[in-house]
């Protein structure tokens, strides 16, 4: 069966730090994958998606980007983290007819 | 664009009662539609997904329907229980280039009281 993990769960970060956030997927080969950020109030917003290895489509121009290293796994990442930042990162891939599946989410706080 | 509606934003019910939640797109052209939940501070769990060629889709106690011509679909959850207490999310999948992305909507907040 297909497993979504993510890490760190958790993340304080300061003002201007960088950030790193993973993301890997077992049990499927050549997922697309996903990355979108829950605000609180807001819906979910779509950051980044790959269909494949070194691809990457931005949705939202902002000062975070992602990598696709290996077949399953994506990354997030910044080199200075903004306040803005602050919110809960949720990694997802998609099965057969895009049936989407998420992983447990990193909540990061930029102070 | 596609912009998705869910209502109510919150929804407070006792325990034992049926209830609907609602979704509403504006563009019709969808591939799928797709019922999640999350509970706080948790991942995402995908609950039914219906593709754009079918009416309905059954998983228990939990039954969503898709009406893409005028661009609804409902989540009925029979004899509802405090588990079911969570927020439930609904996206859906536009056809032609943007095939790959799921629009959500705010989600409706149900609590079920016992």
């Known amino acids: 069966s297909q497993t979504i993990h993510q890490w760190p769960a958790t993340l304080v970060q300061p003002v201007g730090s960088p950030l790193s956030l993973e993301c890997t997927v077992e049990?499927?080969?050549?997922?697309?994958l996903y990355w979108y950020r829950q605000a609180a109030g807001r819906g979910l917003q779509l950051l980044f998606y790959s269909v494949g290895i070194g691809q990457i489509s931005s949705e939202v121009p902002q000062n975070l980007s992602a990598s696709r290293p290996q077949d399953r796994q994506f990354i997030l990442s910044s080199k200075k983290l903004l306040l803005s930042d602050s919110g809960f990162y949720l990694c997802a891939w998609a099965g057969v007819n895009n049936e989407q599946f998420f992983g447990p989410g990193t909540r990061l706080t930029v102070l | 664009k596609q912009e998705v509606t869910q209502i109510p934003a919150a929804l407070s019910v006792p325990e034992g009662e049926n209830l609907v939640l609602n979704c509403s797109f504006t563009d019709s052209a969808i591939y799928n539609l797709q019922w999640f939940r999350q509970d706080p501070g948790k991942g995402l769990t995908s609950l039914l997904l219906?593709?754009?060629?079918?009416r309905e889709q059954t998983s228990g106690r939990l039954n969503a329907s898709l009406d893409k011509s005028s661009g609804r679909s409902t989540l009925y959850i029979a004899a509802s229980q405090p588990g079911d207490s969570a927020t439930y999310l609904c996206a859906v999948t536009s056809s032609g280039g943007s095939n790959y992305k799921l629009t959500f909507g705010k989600g409706t907040l149900l609590t079920v009281n016992p």
């Open positions: 049990g499927t080969s050549n997922p697309n």
């Open positions: 219906i593709q754009s060629s079918q």
